[in-house]
């Protein structure tokens, strides 16, 4: 059983599937529906390989929440990379500072409830989401 909250660093590609593993038996311990546990991975995957890629490393954060009468899932990445300096450009379909496809943060997004981006050049990157059950 996985516990209700926690972190785990990600520092290597390892790491991202350490983070696929937890964030799928999380999914699964919370109830959550096959399609909604399979968003939720994919955008735990694609933050996870951005803290790693572009971030140099960093951390993910676990736990479940509760607002009013609904409860989810809440996943925190953090780095003290470079950071985003366009914000609006990174969320943009296609657009990738490295060699990517460009469809990490647009894509994350798209596959979850709650999306939230607070970087700053040279400030480190922090992702927030959430998949409500």
Partial sequence: MIAENGSLPIRIEQD???ARQTVRQLAVA???RLVDQTKLVTAASELARNAVIY???GDMHWSRVERGFRRGIQLVFA???PGIPDQAKALTDGWSSGTG???GLSGSRRLVDDF???T???QGTRVTIIKWI
């Fill in 30 to 32: 919370s109830g959550l």
């Fill in 120 to 122: 700053a050049a040279g």
């Fill in 116 to 118: 939230e981006l607070d």
């Fill in 16 to 18: 991202v599937v350490l």
């Fill in 101 to 103: 496809m460009g469809l």
């Fill in 55 to 57: 971030g140099g490393g």
């Fill in 79 to 81: 780095d003290q990379g």
